[in-house]
């Protein structure tokens, strides 16, 4: 069956980086598009960041673009989310996500999320 | 970027009642519009996409009509495990958003 599993997650200070990882398995993770969304305490979802199934092309939220970057490793079955300059407002659970190859939309799995924290 | 918003923001029913959600585009989306349900501490869940279409094991009480800029999910008899938030969003040139939220709660 098709999981997705983030780790990675934590509290982390206002300025600092991190990392987040979905590891996927029970599907062809290269056939698919992959998405990073979060969701901040009490609040709705917020699309992040989306990269197509080869890596080729990636597209960001204005509210990270030039902050966050989204990579995967086919070879590794694993989609990550790198997180530089955090601020506070960065704090929510974030969930990776998985689209068709082409639209990149709907997006039919979800992983159970991972919290991150911005806070001194 | 495309700006969704949902209408009501809180819905309250009974169960057994018919619940009528809506989301608007503030351009055209054409049918690139998905639905999704998230219960508490939960991964929101895909019920329609592409306005109209249900997702692999979604019941039938659930549906979706609409295209260009206004949408509907209508969930025909609510049952006790359809009490949740609802989100739209668009898929548009792999730039997508998501709409507030429309919650259904127990009236």
């Known amino acids: 069956q098709v999981q997705l599993v983030e780790s990675g997650g934590g509290v982390v200070q206002p300025g600092r980086s991190l990392r987040l990882s979905c590891a996927a398995s029970g599907f062809t993770f290269s056939s698919y598009g992959m998405h990073w969304v979060r969701q901040a305490p009490g609040r709705g979802l917020e699309w992040v960041a989306a990269?197509?199934?080869?890596?080729?092309?990636?597209y960001y939220a204005d509210s990270v673009k030039g902050r966050f970057t989204i990579s995967r490793d086919n070879s590794k079955n694993t989609l990550y989310l790198q997180m530089n300059s955090l601020r506070a407002e960065d704090t929510a659970v974030y969930y990776c996500?998985?689209?068709?190859?082409?639209?990149?939309?709907?997006?039919?799995?979800w992983g159970q999320g991972i919290l991150v924290t911005v806070s001194s | 970027e495309i700006v969704l918003t949902q209408s009501p923001a809180t819905l309250s029913l009974s169960p057994g009642e018919r619940a009528t959600l809506s989301c608007r585009a503030s351009?055209?989306?054409?049918?690139?519009l998905a639905w999704y349900q998230q219960k508490p501490d939960q991964a929101p869940r895909l019920l329609i996409y592409d306005a109209s279409n249900r997702a692999t094991g979604i019941p039938a009480r659930f549906s979706g009509s609409g295209s260009g800029t206004d949408f509907t999910l209508t969930i025909s008899s609510l049952e006790p495990e359809d009490f949740a938030v609802y989100y739209c969003q668009q898929g548009s040139n792999w730039l997508f958003t998501f709409g507030p939220g429309t919650k259904v709660d127990l009236k």
């Open positions: 996500a998985r689209g068709p190859a082409l639209t990149g939309y709907p997006f039919d799995y």
């Open positions: 990269i197509w199934y080869d890596g080729s092309n990636k």
């Open positions: 351009q055209s989306v054409s049918s690139s």
